[in-house]
């Protein structure tokens, strides 16, 4: 997919760049790929789902979802209304994977690896509860 200098404008109004580093991006192979697969990302959400939940602090349960647009951002609406800072920090490797699956071509759904807890060991271990979260991905217009 060629990228035409509108596309390369509109990225750099809305990243606020120069064009010194709109240039730079330009140069750059891996930027191409990216604004390529812009599309298919932005018709993407992750979803982050708690699997097991025990004496969570921020009262996450077994079913609620983390949602994420095609550029990682958490959509509110979608989400709990509280958000524990652990368990984002717990997603954060996993979602960026399943982008980079993305950028690759490869189907984020099938990564071996797609469970992540926050680090809160639970109170037999001196800490206090503790959640774990699966990730997934869907068509956005389906959240």
């Not at 025990?54 to 095609?70: I, M, N, P, T």
Request: charged share 20%; net charge negative; aromatic share 8%.
């Amino acid at each position: 997919m060629k990228i035409d200098d509108g596309m390369w404008r509109m990225v750099g109004d809305q990243l606020s760049l120069s064009d010194g580093e709109v240039a730079v991006l330009k140069e750059n192979p891996k930027y191409h790929a990216l604004l390529a697969r812009m599309p298919k990302l932005l018709g993407t959400a992750v979803v982050a789902e708690v699997v097991s939940s025990h004496a969570c602090f921020s009262g996450h349960r077994e079913g609620d979802r983390f949602v994420f647009d095609g550029f990682g951002n958490l959509i509110r609406d979608k989400s709990p209304e509280k958000v524990c800072i652990y368990a984002l920090n717990a997603v954060t490797p996993l979602v960026f994977a399943a982008f980079e699956l993305i950028y690759a071509d490869a189907n984020p759904n099938e990564m071996l690896f797609d469970t992540a807890g926050c680090f809160d060991v639970g109170v037999g271990c001196g800490g206090v509860g503790n959640i774990k979260l699966r990730i997934s991905t869907v068509e956005m217009n389906s959240v």
